[in-house]
């Protein structure tokens, strides 16, 4: 850039390339926040958000994901649920009088079968009078919801929760220290019922949603 002698034309052409940098820092800013894609002229990702953000952005999908993945499995099992002369004892929704109570699905999640082989079905709100099915689908799911947390928090626990069976070839569920760590949420276990837990490792040439639809069959599984 040439300076003239005239200071009050220096002045000018000093606020002029003055400007010319404004907004020449302008615009890398903006290609800063805004990157575009060479291949497709679209922005290349998502501006103005720290990668903070961005973690908490594909978390947030991530869960949305595995809840949707989770609401379908349980539709699907809810909408295999056979009539029972089984009543649902809670109160406040219709069923106060009534006097067996619901099944321990607390304790039947950590077994190698699913709730669906150790708990008497549930009939559904179609013959149930005072509660309609999308209030029976709520709470089921809130259940369903529940085990899974404390199934997948007992897959990741060692011992002393797990101990070495006699044989050497898995492990055994250790009662007393299971009801410590996850107390029944849904009232006692009904008379009768009894409660085992034993697992293994191993591999299967199956993907990790049919296992569990594998599971939850009460037929397929003895």
């Known amino acids: 850039m040439a300076l003239t002698s005239d200071p009050s034309g220096a002045a000018r052409e000093l606020r002029q390339e003055n400007n010319k940098l404004r907004s020449e820092n302008m615009s890398l800013r903006n290609a800063v926040r805004t990157p575009i894609c060479n291949n497709c002229g679209g922005p290349a990702i998502i501006g103005e958000f720290s990668l903070e953000q961005q973690h908490l952005r594909i978390e947030n999908a991530r869960l949305r994901d595995e809840l949707d993945r989770v609401s379908s499995l349980a539709g699907r099992f809810l909408d295999q649920l056979p009539n029972s002369s089984l009543e649902l004892g809670m109160g406040g929704n219709g069923f106060g ?123 397929y599984v003895i």
Not at 136 to 147: G, P
Not at 185 to 192: D, R, V, W
């Open 97 to 219: 009088g009534m006097q067996a109570p619901l099944p321990d699905f607390g304790a039947a999640c950590g077994i190698v079968c699913s709730s669906s082989v150790m708990a008497p079905p549930m009939r559904s709100a179609a013959v149930i009078p005072g509660v309609d099915r999308p209030e029976e689908r709520s709470m089921l799911l809130e259940l369903a919801l529940s085990a899974m947390d404390e199934l997948v928090k007992m897959v990741q626990a060692n011992e002393p929760l797990w101990i070495r069976g006699l044989d050497g070839s898995g492990e055994i569920l250790k009662r007393d220290e299971y009801l410590r760590t996850f107390p029944p949420c849904i009232g006692m276990k009904p008379s009768g019922f009894v409660a085992e837990a034993s697992r293994v490792t191993g591999k299967v040439i199956i993907n990790s949603l049919a296992l569990v639809e594998t599971l939850m069959d009460s037929v």
